[in-house]
């Protein structure tokens, strides 16, 4: 029921002719409405106000003696057997609560509705969320274990007897960039690259060995996401303690002269 409905109720309150129904739903409406409290004090003092100034009226004798006739021949009148015609039953004052009911109800679910559609929502999004998170950390994970596996098999290369170890530095085409090469006596050759950026797609990076100034061509390697690479050749058959070792940026395929920058070299 809206509020001018309880509204309009006030005057019938105030001059007690408001039905039970209806007296009971003021009476909910009036326990937490201070406006409909207000205005019924009004309505109660206007309605008593009335009362206490109306005066009292006496007929006059002839209006008393038609009042009085009118009694008598009534009473000498037979009473008709169906008097359902005469009575005019009141019409009682009714309010479809049914629709606001629907109403609230309609908006209860939609705001229920909301709330799960934000809910969802936000899970769902924080699932996204924890699952790039947990796919990062599983690649860095993997990243870490591949790194760990190539440094435990160089180092478990390195400590074989008789193999040589040669440290490559960068250029200025690739400042910061490191490397380490190791060859044993049978020629087995392995290349640790550290600090190179990730080849674009259709490049790699190609091992050199340069004996007395003419370039022999190696394997061709590529790095990861955090720059390092490894590559594992056979050593020429020519090579030589005065042998350098370099690394250019080569087409995927490998090259047979250098094409690219010196990034990595040895020194004698």
């Known amino acids: 029921m809206a509020h001018d409905d309880y509204k309009d109720m006030l005057p019938a309150r105030a001059l007690s002719a408001l039905d039970a129904a209806d007296s009971v739903a003021l009476n909910e409406h009036l326990l937490t ?15 008593s106000a009335f009362a206490l100034s109306a005066d ?7 209006v008393r003696e038609r009042i009085l006739n009118q009694v008598r021949q ?18 009682s004052r009714k309010r479809d609560f ?11 679910a939609g705001v229920v509705l909301a709330f799960l559609v934000g809910t969802i929502a936000f899970l769902w999004r924080e699932t996204r969320i924890a699952q790039a998170e947990l796919a990062q950390l599983k690649r ?16 478990a ?39 190179l950026r990730a080849a674009p797609q259709g490049k790699g990076y190609q091992l050199w060995f340069i004996i007395d100034n003419k370039p022999v ?16 050749d056979q050593m020429p058959s020519a090579i030589s ?15 047979p002269q250098p094409t690219g920058a010196i990034l990595l070299r040895s020194e004698l």
């Open 33 to 47: 409405c201070v406006e409909c409290r207000t205005e019924l004090s009004k309505w109660e003092a206007v309605s």
């Open 56 to 62: 009292p009226i006496e007929p006059s004798p002839a």
């Open 74 to 91: 009534e009473e000498k009148t037979p009473v008709a057997q169906d008097t359902s015609s005469r009575v005019v039953p009141l019409a």
């Open 98 to 108: 049914r629709s606001s009911t629907i109403s609230y109800a309609l908006i209860a």
């Open 140 to 155: 860095q994970i993997e990243m870490t274990q591949t790194q760990l596996a190539r440094q435990n098999e160089l180092v």
């Open 157 to 195: 290369f390195l400590t074989r007897p008789g193999t040589k170890v040669t440290e490559l530095t960068g250029t200025s085409g690739a400042p910061g960039a490191s490397g380490t090469l190791a060859y044993d006596k049978t020629g087995r050759a392995m290349l640790l690259a550290r600090g």
């Open 217 to 232: 061509p190696g394997q061709v390697f590529n790095t990861d996401d955090s720059g390092s690479g490894t590559l594992r």
């Open 241 to 255: 303690d005065k042998a350098i070792f370099a690394i250019t940026m080569e087409a995927s395929g490998g090259a």
